[in-house]
């Protein structure tokens, strides 16, 4: 799910808490008692964000939008969020996580190991360790966790194979391809999320959304130009037109995942979309390593440094596809994708240090250029920003109710609403 020349995808377990205002209880954590795990095999709205039966959350995340939406905001309210700066906080995090996963790669190259198959293995195996356990305890062992969600499963294995082709690909483009070619094909990846999302998500995108991705996108053009001026796009390819293709194909795949994934943690609860993720992505990945890495394997350096570098990028992946979730569902897809953008920016300042690059001058103005695209993209919008996913319903009910979701945030506005009232009918 990242556009990374090795891997990518993501979330966080959240938190239980329980608030309690006078005498109603909310509820904000992904599974919180048994009562609940066993009344919702058939309801989904007891996800991650602590589910609220439906009769009692439909009418609160209602009067929670219709407060959020109806409330007196200017056209840079969002801006003024926490929500905000969070997400662009979580989005500069995943690009340096890309760029932490690119160069302990190199340092892997360097070392005479490229194993890309194999190492991201242990990525989608530590993913599987970290989060499965956390399911299986939320929703009250494996009896309920497989009767849950077992009927999902077809759906967990189209994602995983989405996300494992979308990093071979793009690792084979780079083998055959040049580096400024490679990098102009993860424009198309922004392109088949927005123009997916339109389509099948019925996401209709504000102007200030599109302006914020042409600008993000042209920074990214000024950075790509620098490249070419100062002759570092890595020369000639082996095969430009099969690079090409490869590439164009493992953006398309990158493309499509962003999207599912980000429909499936608005429906679904995080620990459950990346234990299925994990567990999937070991087969997938395993059966593609054991075709394709075997001799790559036995010829590779195996060491002390190595290892280090393995549990280096292992844990940048780990970060990464634990964030993720959170800036699809609190964002979009889209904008996830033109956040990572920055990747190469960070990438540059990480070579200046360690490989010895000399930074040109048009790098910053890219960057700054990017920044100014994701601000813009917020603009002249709700205070609920992308959270608010068109396909769950007006007053997201087939959703969530997550940390980073609509709902969650509606349910809260309710329930303050709520206990304010009370508080000035008791003075009264």
């Keep these: ?36 795990r066993n009344n919702n095999n058939n309801n989904n709205r007891e996800s991650d964000g602590g589910v609220v039966t439906d009769t009692d959350s439909a009418d609160l995340v209602a009067r929670g939008i219709q407060k959020l939406e109806t409330q007196n905001v200017h056209w840079y309210s969002y801006l003024m969020t926490v929500d905000f700066w969070l997400i662009v906080l979580i989005g500069q ?13 190199s340092f892997l190259n360097e070392q005479g190991t490229s194993i890309p198959a194999i190492q991201t293995i242990f990525v989608y195996a530590l ?15 494996p009896r309920n966790f497989f009767s849950q969600t077992w009927r999902h499963s077809w759906k967990y294995i189209i994602l995983s194979f989405l996300d494992v082709e979308g990093n071979y690909f793009t690792v084979l483009a780079y083998r055959y391809t040049n580096l400024l070619s490679a990098q102009l094909l993860n424009f198309w990846s922004i392109v088949c999320v927005v123009v997916i999302s339109f389509v099948l998500l019925k996401v209709r995108y504000k102007w200030f959304q599109i302006g914020g991705i042409l600008i993000c996108c042209g920074g990214m053009g000024i950075l790509l130009a620098s490249d070419h001026i100062t002759g570092s796009n890595g020369g000639p390819g082996v095969d430009m037109v099969k690079g090409d293709l ?38 997938i990945n395993g059966v593609q390593a054991a075709i394709f890495d075997r001799d790559a394997a036995t010829n590779a350096t195996w060491n002390g440094p190595v290892a280090g570098y393995l549990v280096g990028y292992t844990l940048a992946m780990l970060i990464f596809y634990s964030l993720a979730p959170l800036i699809l569902r609190m964002g979009s897809a889209a904008f996830f994708d033109i956040s990572l953008l920055t990747a ?73 609403q709520a206990l304010a009232e009370g508080e000035a009918g008791g003075r009264v």
């Design 246 to 283: 490869f590439g164009l194909l493992g953006a398309t795949l990158y493309g499509i995942s962003n999207v599912y994934e980000e429909w499936f943690v608005s429906k679904r609860p995080i620990y459950e979309v990346l234990s299925f993720l994990g567990f999937f992505g070991v087969i």
């Design 127 to 141: 993913i599987f360790i970290v989060y499965f356990p956390t399911a299986l305890y939320r929703m009250g062992g």
């Design 344 to 416: 190469n920016f960070w990438g540059v300042i990480v070579g200046v240090k360690v490989f010895g690059y000399v930074i040109h001058f048009m790098y910053p103005i890219a960057f700054v250029c990017i920044i100014v695209g994701l601000v813009v993209y917020f603009l002249a919008g709700s205070v609920l920003g992308d959270s608010k996913k068109p396909w769950l319903g007006a007053d997201q009910s087939e959703g969530v109710a997550g940390v980073g979701t609509a709902k969650l945030k509606a349910l809260n506005a309710a329930r303050q």
């Design 1 to 36: 799910m990242a556009n990374n020349t090795i891997n990518p995808s993501s979330s966080e377990p959240e938190m239980t808490q329980v608030k309690n205002y006078g005498t109603t209880t909310l509820v904000t954590a992904e599974h919180t008692t048994s009562n609940t």
């Design 93 to 105: 995090i995943l690009s340096l996580c890309i760029t932490a996963t690119n160069t302990f790669s």
